[in-house]
Each structure stands twice: as structure tokens, then as C-alpha cells.
């Protein structure tokens, strides 16, 4: 257990590095900042996705196939999207009004305690 989360922790500092550039990158070429998070989180969802099923999370699945292992861990994914973007408009909008560059890393970097809770919980043992 102690070497999984650690695991995750790389994986999910992976993935999540990977998805702010992606997050920075749109909003640097002038993208709105829920659309750039949107479409960062699905970078981000796949590098997680590949990593957790194959290095992290190697003792077990809850799922019997890959589809259904793909669709619980959407399901967890869309949530903790939505979990992001509640984060990145309370921080992004008054009375906060934070930079969106440092609110996104904010709220990505809270989400990924939730990431790794409820695929622990819900998708592999």
C-alpha cells in the first residue's frame, strides 16, 4: 500500500504535470479557462488511465473488462472534473479573483487526492 500511493503519486504528478502545461498551453494561446481545464483534464485522464492500470494499481480491479474498468474510471474522471471546475471559479472569480494560471494549479493538485480515493475505492482493490 505504501509503495502504491507512492506510485500514484508519480503517476498522478505525471499526469497532472502533463495536464497544466496542456491547461497552460490553451491559455496562453487565448482559450477560455473552463474549456482549457476541460480539455487538459482529458489529456491528463488518459496518462493517469494507462499509468494507474499498468504500474500503480497492479494488485487488483473491481471491473472484469477493460471497457467497464474505462467507464468506472470516466465516471471518477468526470467527477473529479467537475469537483475542478467548482475549485477553478471560486478561486478564478471574486471575492478571490486569483490568477487562472495558479488557480488551475490549485485546483488540479486538490482533485488529485480525490483521483486517487475514489479509484482506490471504486475501481481497483
Known amino acids: ?11 498522478g504528478g505525471t499526469a497532472t504535470a502533463i495536464a497544466y502545461l496542456s491547461y497552460a498551453a490553451l491559455i496562453f494561446l487565448g482559450q477560455n479557462a473552463y474549456l482549457s481545464l476541460t ?5 491528463g485522464y488518459w496518462v493517469n488511465f494507462f499509468l494507474g492500470r ?10 472484469r473488462s477493460l471497457q467497464a474498468e ?7 474522471t468526470v467527477l473529479g472534473l467537475g469537483l ?4 477553478l471559479a471560486a478561486l478564478t ?6 490568477n487562472p494560471y495558479l488557480g488551475g494549479a490549485i485546483s488540479l493538485g486538490v482533485v488529485t ?13
Open 1 to 11: 500500500m505504501k509503495f502504491e500511493f507512492a506510485r500514484f503519486l508519480v503517476a
Open 39 to 43: 480539455l487538459a483534464y482529458v489529456v
Open 54 to 63: 499498468h504500474w500503480v494499481f497492479r494488485s487488483g480491479r473491481l471491473v
Open 70 to 76: 474505462i467507464a468506472a474510471t470516466i465516471t471518477v
Open 84 to 87: 475542478n471546475i467548482v475549485l
Open 93 to 98: 472569480n471574486p471575492p478571490l479573483s486569483i
Open 113 to 125: 487526492v480525490w483521483n486517487y480515493a475514489a479509484r482506490k475505492r471504486w475501481v481497483y482493490q
